[in-house]
């Protein structure tokens, strides 16, 4: 079975940054395709940046593209979420997500539990 572990959230005024990490041991054993996801009270879930272990091919959601940065550190077994220029409409929880296959598979197989990220001046 396998453990999603994130870190990193908190609070950020407008404009500021944070670094979410996801970590599995898994990650440095094998391919996985591993996603940040984020969710708003309401509304749905938002696939907002996915990486390929295999060729670190990665995916952007328009709405964070150039602000948001992913990385896979093998290393360290953690895939890690830069977010820059932070916004107030970034408010959500973030959730790290992982699959054997691709970054599009309608329903990712393995979670984590969800770390908050408030962005509020």
């Not at 395709?33 to 670190?56: L, N, T, Y």
């Not at 550190?73 to 979420?81: E, F, I, Q, S």
């Amino acid at each position: 079975q396998v453990q999603l572990v994130e870190s990193g959230g908190g609070l950020v005024q407008p404009g500021g940054s944070l670094r979410l990490s996801c970590s599995a041991s898994v990650f440095s054993a094998g391919y996985y395709a591993i996603a940040w996801f984020r969710q708003v009270p309401g509304k749905e879930r938002e696939r907002v940046s996915c990486i390929h272990s295999h060729d670190g091919s990665t995916y952007y959601a328009d709405s964070v593209k150039g602000r948001f940065t992913i990385s896979n550190t093998n290393a360290r077994g953690t895939v890690d979420l830069q977010m820059d220029s932070l916004r107030l409409e970034d408010t959500a929880v973030y959730f790290c997500a992982a699959d054997r296959s691709s970054c599009f598979v309608p329903k990712m197989q393995y979670w984590g539990k969800g770390v908050t990220v408030t962005v509020s001046s």
